[in-house]
């Protein structure tokens, strides 16, 4: 059993910031590419950042130069930083992860999801 657990959402001004974590737990070999995805309401859900193993990330171009996605492989943790947040960022936040349970298993898990809204 593996598991993702975010945390970090919360109600912020626009122009404010916001860190997200996520803390993978459970039977892992190897942890490979990990992300973040978001779903606004009444839309699917879509990738804003990505970064493998050896730390390269890209991001979607809505929040290029705004958020930092980063992780501490030896903590199994991914973070968000969210800055400069606007209105249009509101949505629930996932972490996605494609984790190793063996050298020959690899499968796609993700988190519950926490809500970031930002309003005035």
């Known amino acids: 059993q593996v598991h993702l657990v975010e945390s970090g959402g919360g109600v912020v001004h626009p122009g404010g910031s916001l860190r997200l974590s996520c803390a993978a737990s459970?039977?892992?070999?190897?942890?490979?590419?990990m992300a973040w995805y978001r779903r606004e309401r009444g839309k699917q859900r879509e990738v804003i950042a990505t970064?493998?193993?050896?730390?390269?990330?890209n991001y979607e171009d809505s929040v290029k130069g705004r958020f930092t996605i980063s992780r501490d492989n030896a903590k199994n943790m991914v973070y968000l930083q969210m800055s400069r947040l606007k209105p249009e960022d509101t949505a629930v936040y996932y972490c996605?992860?494609?984790?190793?349970?063996?050298?020959?298993?690899?499968?796609?898990?993700w988190g519950q999801g926490t809500q970031v809204t930002v309003f005035s």
């Open positions: 459970g039977d892992i070999f190897k942890i490979n590419d």
């Open positions: 970064v493998t193993n050896g730390g390269i990330a």
């Open positions: 996605h992860a494609d984790i190793q349970t063996g050298p020959n298993y690899e499968f796609e898990y």
